[in-house]
């Protein structure tokens, strides 16, 4: 939708090469998730893992999700060279979505699931999973910021184009984040 205009504006949408080409991004981030490996209870009591080396030594199978842009330290330990074709090293595992892999986790059928923390486990709650739990150490911390269209057609009096509200945007953000209390209580409210 981003692509062809029919949305103005995407909510934390990740960078990549190929989004460039249709989307800007603000100079402001709106959060920081800081992603870890989710796991299932046996997986998590068996396999002490502390690191990308650990995993890739324990062969567990690691669930992700078709197209997630994850960072490069992941693409580095898990080599795909062809993601476009999904053609993906032999222990990653692609779903259609996190709650696919969560279920995935819950029965067994792959031992591990990168996904932000905050995310994961609300949708564990959510989910009700409990054999689903995570490992402490932290992955990678990834910026989300919110992307505008490029092929946007938004125009308003005090806005003409969907750079004018970019720019507006990223200058109200900056303020917000200024005053961090102010923020981490916009944060956890929202």
Do not use: C
Request: aromatic share 16%; glycine share 4%; proline share 6%.
């Amino acid at each position: 939708m981003l692509k062809s205009g029919q949305a103005d504006v995407g909510l934390h949408v990740s960078y990549t090469e190929e989004r460039a080409h249709y989307v800007h991004w603000p100079k402001n981030w709106v959060w920081k998730a800081d992603f870890v490996f989710m796991t299932n209870q046996k997986t998590k009591a068996a396999y002490p893992l502390h690191n990308y080396d650990d995993v890739r030594r324990s062969g567990l199978l690691i669930g992700i999700v078709y197209n997630n842009a994850y960072y490069p330290n992941f693409w580095e330990a898990f080599p795909s060279p062809d993601r476009a074709h999904q053609h993906y090293d032999a222990q990653l595992d692609p779903a259609t979505d996190a709650a696919t892999n969560l279920r995935k986790l819950e029965a067994g059928h792959i031992q591990l699931f990168p996904t932000p923390l905050v995310l994961g486990t609300y949708m564990i709650r959510s989910m009700k999973l409990a054999n689903v739990t995570y490992y402490d150490w932290i992955l990678f911390t990834k910026p989300y910021p919110n992307a505008f269209s490029d092929a946007s057609t938004y125009s308003t009096t005090r806005y003409p184009n969907i750079n004018a509200l970019m720019q507006a945007y990223d200058l109200q953000l900056a303020r917000l984040k200024s005053d961090q209390i102010k923020y981490q209580q916009f944060i956890q409210r929202y």
